[in-house]
């Protein structure tokens, strides 16, 4: 007979030893994105850190991930987001917004009637050299990097716990 304490013991376990983004169950109504900044840790264009990042639901029905990669020399600036957080203020989206990367569109109109001389300001949006948007839609958490471990570590892990309560 176990003492009484063991079911609570096993339920605190599971819970601490299970990673934060598992929590999301997948069946929710949209699409589950990574957000974040290249200049926060563990944002980088390849070396994405999962934990730090839950993953925010997408606000539109028909939404798709987004992994902005702007690049200018050695500088690399990666956003992910929603399409539709990036479409209030971004002006240079693809029309092509298929699974893939493509790069920007170039807007003519942006900064027209702007005399300004002051570099930094960027009015006319060129400081980067190469920018490219890489669309998904097909899986929750897909803007993510190349490959994302934590569900096999947390498999691992429950089976060791498993193996040394018994």
């Known amino acids: 007979m176990l003492p009484p304490t063991t079911p609570l013991i096993v339920a605190t376990a599971i819970l601490l030893a299970v990673p934060a983004i598992s929590f999301k169950t997948g069946l929710e109504d949209g699409l589950i994105c990574n957000v974040c ?47 539709s957080n990036l479409e209030a203020f ?9 699974e893939g990367c493509r790069s920007a569109s170039k807007d003519v109109k942006l900064g027209q009637h702007v005399f300004n ?29 190349h490959h994302m471990m934590g569900t096999g570590w947390v498999v691992v892990g429950f089976a060791i716990f498993l193996a040394i309560l018994h």
Do not use: Q, S
Request: hydrophobic share 25%.
């Open 37 to 83: 900044v290249g200049t926060h840790p563990g944002c980088g264009e390849t070396g994405f850190d999962y934990r730090w990042y839950w993953g925010k639901m997408c606000p539109r029905y028909n939404d798709k991930c987004v992994k902005l990669i702007e690049k200018k020399g050695a500088e690399v600036m990666v956003t992910r987001d929603c399409l």
């Open 90 to 98: 971004r002006t240079d989206i693809p029309a092509d917004k298929y």
């Open 117 to 145: 001389k002051i570099e930094e300001l960027d009015v006319y949006r060129n400081h980067y050299d190469n920018t490219t948007y890489c669309f998904c839609d097909f899986d929750h958490w897909c803007n993510g990097a």
